[in-house]
Nanobody, 124 residues
Framework: EVQLVESGGGLVQPGGSLRLSCAAS????????MNWVRQAPGKGLEWVST????????TYNDSVKGRFTISRDNAKNTMHLQMNSLKLEDTAIYYC?????????????????WGQGTQVTVSS
């Protein structure tokens, strides 16, 4: 059974940092572009960032550009999101999602596999 398991969420003050991780299993990880997608309370899904299969190309939502960094380790089947200078509006459930093409979208159907999500709360 395909699994994507997120970890690293928590409560942090504005301006703080968190590092999210996504552990993948039971599919060929390096055949898939990986993504972070978030859902804020009462809002829809919002694409955050994408990294290509080899880890050489990345894209970011303008709202996180310069603050967040996506990375992956294909030897360990893991992906990460380093989040710095966190803002109140970054509060959301963060999901990792896989698609066998380099594409970022904000619909559930845009991706082949999803994790269960990890909560990030930015609050003073």
């Amino acid at each position: 059974e395909v699994q994507l398991v997120e970890s690293g969420g928590g409560l942090v003050q504005p301006g703080g940092s968190l590092r999210l991780s996504c552990a993948a299993s039971e599919f060929t990880f390096n055949n898939y572009a990986m993504n972070w997608v978030r859902q804020a309370p009462g809002k829809g899904l919002e694409w955050v960032s994408t990294i290509d299969q080899g880890g050489t190309h990345t894209t970011y939502n303008d709202s996180v550009k310069g603050r967040f960094t996506i990375s992956r380790d294909n030897a360990k089947n893991t992906m990460h999101l380093q989040m710095n200078s966190l803002k109140l509006e970054d509060t959301a459930i963060y999901y990792c999602a896989a698609r066998n093409a380099y594409y970022g979208g904000s619909r559930y159907s845009d991706y082949d596999y999803w994790g269960q999500g990890t909560q990030v709360t930015v609050s003073s």
